[in-house]
C-alpha cells in the first residue's frame, strides 16, 4: 500500500508540473495585426507556448491562431509582457513579444 502511495504522489505532482509549465499571457491588439501566416483581428487574447508555436486564443469567441516561433532568453526577466511590431504596406506586423515575468522573447517570422 506504501509504494501505491508513492507512485500516485509522483504521478499527481508531475502532473502539476506539467500544467504549471503552460504558462498564459494577455496580450490586447488595439488593432488587426499578422503574426506568422495568422491574421489576429483586434481584441484581447490569452497566448500560451506549445512547443514551437505561439496559440493565440481569442478572449470573446475563444478562437486559436498558431504561429511558428524562436524563443529566445534574455539575461534578465521582462518586467511586462510587450509586443514589438512594425507596419508593412498598412499591415500591422508582429514580430516579437517580451514575456513578463519571464527573461524569453518570442520571435516571429513569415
Not at 495585426?33 to 491574421?39: D, E
Amino acid at each position: 500500500m506504501k509504494t501505491r502511495s508513492l507512485l500516485l504522489v509522483g504521478i499527481l505532482a508531475f502532473a502539476g508540473l506539467c500544467v504549471a509549465r503552460t504558462k498564459t499571457y494577455d496580450i490586447t491588439l488595439t488593432s488587426a495585426a499578422k503574426v506568422g501566416s495568422a491574421m489576429l483581428p483586434a481584441g484581447d487574447y490569452k497566448l500560451r507556448v506549445e512547443g514551437a508555436e505561439a496559440v493565440f486564443t481569442n478572449e470573446d469567441n475563444a478562437k486559436k491562431f498558431t504561429a511558428p516561433v524562436k524563443i529566445q532568453n534574455t539575461a534578465k526577466k521582462h518586467e511586462e509582457t510587450a509586443v514589438q511590431s512594425t507596419t508593412q504596406n498598412g499591415t500591422q506586423i508582429i514580430q516579437a513579444i517580451e514575456l513578463g515575468g519571464s527573461p524569453e522573447t518570442l520571435e516571429f517570422g513569415e
